[in-house]
């Protein structure tokens, strides 16, 4: 593949940060990160720690149904109570504001009141804007709304069939979008092989559920018409406008200041239902308004509940194993809304053939609306599902050649040598060493000690299973996985870039200011100091690290999709390189050497090879901000840079989709091995050994990607064990606390071992690939194939999830009596 | 609303006056009345363990109870785990050296709940002792394994 495609600036960049033959001083290491001091101390500064003079509360009341036509509804109790100052309702809404963005297509229109009827229970009905809290709250009791409760459309299935009750009637439909997509020859490929499997796969509703839920303060200043908002939203740059679009103000007027995020995992990308909201109660009153989901209203109104899905789902392969085409089906329910669009069967497309040799693709999908909570982003982006999908047909497959589930995949590994490898659907895959990470990970747990363990323990009549999965791990996303299910797309972004500026002050500190995001979880600080350290040769600890509101940014995308380290690195170097070059020509000046004779070392430019000949980086700052006469002829003062960086490697997808483009090519590599006993009387776990291994590229700093993989995997533990949000009959949430839906706790989680390969990008800066979703990706899978093989004996099979305690001692010993 | 009753703890070795309506929780107290929004609610229903503080030594969900039951008692927050010169304490610098912590948001109860861990068991225990100690404390970002050796860390340092 000819790297004329990549983006000049971004190739520029991976040049310039190319592996050297002298090791990197500062990337790679496991610094302490730069973020942690003020959260250990308690100082984080999350959403709900702000307070502004004169600040309001908001509370709101959810809908108790979850299909139902609004007859009335009587605020006057409400209004009446001491401390409330306005009832708001969908007529408010109505009067003042458009409806919330969405990315589907078709006349599916959210309101962030429900104005004639609502769609799914917990909707918001009204809100209270009091002197706190506790006064907003009562007052959402003293609300009267008079309902007529409507057909209830909670199967995905039955919701498709002529005659079902309708979530929107404008679409005539509750099938919003429905297409098959096909590469390859996939008849005669299924038809030429040996054999296949089949499976019907259950993917449970669950969310992200980060410990701080989502937030914003809204503060109109009806003296200058600018609505602030501080938001603990991501990726606030990316689409902001459509924000002020809401809310009927010209977008230079609305201020979006981000504000750390206890925790996303996609629940808080591109967040807009809050600060919206929070924007527009604000608009109403004209003083600051504070609103924070509490937990309940997390669960049952977010603005991403994961993926729902219902799949079948083939796999064609021959005798020896050898796998030869993918076949997939799936019946997505997106609940009430199709908000963020059908992106996440675009991300799965981005690597649904996995490490696998595998030639020809289907994949369809339906995309069904239900009166449940809509549907978003949850770690993985869809890209989890499938992998799951993609790792049960391959253990299937094993089981039907009686091959080993390492051997069989082995077999279908993309050779080393094969890099940047073309996938069916157009996406590529730009580096990789899969046969690699496989021999790491078989080496790091002795694999053959554990066959032999679980053969000993299987004749003492114990239940030791051991899983073994691979997975992709793509990232970076550019933006045409959001449209290109659609021949004629109403908007076809390609940009996906971020920015970053530095200074260097007149005394020398570095000064970095980002542009889409705050802190959530990540280490961003980490990331930039230690890049920044690297070009400057500078304690990374002494970087200052800001964050740009919306007025102020320059172009950015955001966290989402791993890209974060990958793209903010990029913009970084891109700076950083901008601003060596004016350091050289005043240290050339001063030194009366040649420019390619300096380097950048001890916080300062030197002769290369004459250790006293040196100048700080203050001694330059200073004469680039106070001595213009000292500087070159032709340069203006100062020492600052801005760089936007853009995707680098993107395309288009053709006109018929049969070729999807390059649109998430940075793609890593893991394998996890688990071993297991499960206790047949009571459904519990032991692990005994959990050990992964992930090529993620050049890593900026392996015990942080370390806490990445084991967060993500333990996440994805509770996807394969704990977590779904249950929608009775009616269509109510039945698990809306935690008293009921259960997150995985300390001592459900095991002990992991992580082990890394590097197998740099050609295409990024340092060659790095990003990280943050892996662990879930392969977790879910891994527990899947675990539980079925130390289930062995009694012939599971696991097709959906989340495996509970009490199936397993079903499937063990038979349905339960009592 | 009923009426305002006054409160008064000692809270990280000062004392603090407040006048609050019975209802008042112990942690809108303190995040709202005394501005130590260390203290953090993440389900109000005192599962999920974020909002922990220390109550004479011992951990209690701040969500769960009401201000006017710690009268006269004396609390321990996370700000009060550092030096006065701002100093990390030898829990806190375990958790910046460990990688602990990700967002940061469960922390101040972990490094709360592990305090009182350690007090009753300072060498640190055994892994499994440190998982349940810590087990009412839900952290969604980190797998709890660096927290785990954080805590283990803390108890080998120098006091």
């Keep these: 593949m000819s790297i004329a495609e990549q983006d000049p600036n971004a190739a520029k960049v991976a040049r310039e940060t190319a592996g050297t033959e002298t090791p990197r001083r500062w990337l790679g290491k496991s610094l302490n990160r730069v973020e942690d001091p003020r959260f250990l101390r308690g100082q984080g500064r999350y959403l709900d720690d702000i307070k502004l003079p004169g600040m309001l509360h908001a509370a709101v009341l959810g809908s108790p149904h979850a299909h139902a036509k609004i007859i009335s509804i009587d605020t006057s109790k409400a209004e009446a109570l001491p401390g409330v100052v306005r009832v708001v309702t969908g007529k408010d809404v109505a009067e003042h504001a458009a409806p919330l963005p969405s990315f589907g297509a078709g006349p599916i229109v959210q309101d962030m009141i429900a104005i004639e009827k609502v769609r799914h229970y917990g909707e918001t009905v009204a809100a209270v804007i009091a002197e706190n809290r506790y006064i907003a709250e009562d007052a959402c009791d003293l609300i009267e709304v008079v309902y007529e409760q409507l057909p209830v459309v909670l199967d995905p299935v039955a919701a498709r069939e002529e005659g079902s009750a309708l979530v929107h009637e404008a679409l005539e439909t509750n099938t919003a979008y429905e297409r098959t997509f096909s590469f390859g020859e996939v008849d005669r490929a299924f038809e030429d092989a040996d054999r296949s499997v089949t499976a019907n796969l259950y993917w449970p509703r669950s969310t992200g559920m980060p410990m701080d839920t989502n937030g914003a303060i809204g503060d109109y200043d009806r003296g200058t018409g600018v609505v602030t908002i501080h938001a603990n939203s991501m990726n606030f740059t990316y689409f902001l406008w459509l924000i002020a679009g809401s809310l009927k103000i010209p977008a230079g007027k609305l201020r979006l200041v981000p504000v750390v995020a206890g925790g996303s995992f996609g629940s808080k990308f591109f967040m807009h239902k809050v600060p919206t909201f929070a924007g527009f109660l604000s608009m109403l009153v004209g003083k600051p308004v504070k609103y924070v989901e509490d937990r309940r209203t997390h669960i049952t109104n977010n603005d991403h509940h994961g993926s729902d899905r219902r799949y079948d789902a083939s796999l064609a392969f021959d005798d020896d194993g050898e796998f030869k085409a993918l076949r997939i089906s799936c019946i997505d329910d997106y609940g009430a809304y199709l908000q963020f669009g059908t992106g996440t069967h675009g991300n799965a497309l981005s690597q649904i053939v996995g490490p696998y040799r595998i030639q020809h693709v289907e994949y369809s999908l339906a995309a069904v609306l239900t009166n449940k909570n809509q549907q978003g982003a949850y770690r993985g982006f869809g890209a989890e599902v499938s992998n799951w999908i993609l790792e049960r047909l391959v253990d299937l497959a094993a089981r039907d050649l009686d091959l080993d589930r390492v051997e069989i995949r082995r077999r279908n590994l993309i050779p080393a040598g094969s890099f940047p490898y073309r996938t069916p659907t157009g996406n590529i895959y730009d580096s990789g060493n899969y046969q690699g990470v496989l021999a790491k990970v078989l080496e790091d747990v002795d694999y053959d000690h554990w066959v032999e363990y679980r053969a000993k323990a299987r004749a003492e009549g114990r239940h030791v299973g051991i899983g073994v999965v691979a997975s992709q791990e793509r990232s970076v996303f550019s933006s045409t996985e959001f449209w290109f299910w659609f021949d004629d797309p109403q908007f076809t972004p390609t940009s996906s870039p971020e920015s970053a500026s530095v200074r260097i002050g007149p005394t020398g500190e570095i000064v970095v200011t980002l542009h889409s995001q705050s802190m959530w979880g990540n280490s961003p600080e980490t990331v930039v100091s230690q890049v920044l350290a690297e070009e400057f040769d500078v304690d990374p600890a002494s970087v200052v690290v800001n964050y740009a509101d919306s007025q102020n940014a320059l172009p950015g995308t955001g966290p989402g999709g791993s890209r974060y380290t990958v793209m903010v690195a990029g913009a970084v170097a891109g700076a950083s390189s901008e601003l060596k070059d004016k350091i050289r020509r005043i240290a050339s000046d001063k030194l009366e050497v040649a420019e390619a004779d300096l380097e950048f070392r001890d916080g300062g430019v030197g002769v290369v090879g004459v250790p006293d000949r040196h100048l700080m980086l203050a001694d330059i700052a200073m004469t680039a901000y106070m001595f213009r006469l000292d500087l070159p002829p032709d340069m203006p003062s100062g020492l600052a840079a801005h760089c936007t960086y853009d995707h680098p490697l993107t395309t288009l997808p053709n006109a018929d989709r049969s070729d999807l483009g390059i649109f998430y090519p940075f793609v890593g590599h893991a394998w996890h091995i688990a071993v297991i006993e499960v206790d047949i009387e009571t459904g519990k776990l032991e692990f005994l050994r959990y050990a992964a291994v992930h090529d993620a590229g050049t890593i900026v700093n392996p015990r942080t990607l370390d806490g990445q993989v084991i967060g993500g995997t333990v996440q994805g533990l509770g996807t394969a064990l704990y977590e779904e949000i249950l929608y009775d009959d009616l269509g109510r949430v039945r698990n809306e606390s935690f008293e009921h839906y259960h997150l995985p706790s300390s001592m459900d989680a095991p002990s992991i071992t992580v082990g890394h390969q590097e197998t740099p990008s050609p295409y990024t800066a340092y060659g790095i690939k990003g990280a943050g979703e892996g662990g879930r990706m392969l977790a879910p899978a891994i527990m899947s194939a675990a539980i079925e093989d130390a289930l062995s004996p009694y012939g599971v099979t696991v097709t959906s999830l989340p495996i509970s305690a009490e199936q397993i001692v079903e499937w063990a010993t038979g349905p339960r009596s009592d | ?159």
Aim: charged fraction near 20%; charge should be negative.
């Design chain 2, 1 to 159: 609303m009923s009426d305002k009753r006054v409160v008064r703890v000692e809270v990280n070795g000062a004392w603090h006056d407040g006048l609050v309506e019975p209802r008042r929780t112990l942690s809108d107290f303190l995040r709202d009345d005394l501005d130590l929004t260390g203290t953090h609610v993440a389900c109000e229903n005192g599962f999920c363990g974020n909002c922990n503080v220390l109550l004479d030594g011992e951990t209690v969900r701040s969500c769960l109870m009401f201000a006017v039951q710690a009268d006269g008692r004396s609390l321990t927050t996370v700000e009060g785990l550092a030096e006065p010169d701002g100093t990390l304490g030898r829990l806190q610098q375990a958790f910046h050296d460990n990688h602990g912590l990700q967002c940061g948001f469960c922390t101040p109860a972990m490094l709360l709940t592990a305090h009182e861990y350690l007090e009753a068991y300072p060498d640190g225990g055994t892994d499994e002792q440190i998982r349940e100690a810590i087990s009412g404390v839900i952290c969604r970002c980190t797998g709890y394994q660096h927290i785990v050796e954080s805590i283990r860390a803390a108890a080998g340092g120098a006091a």
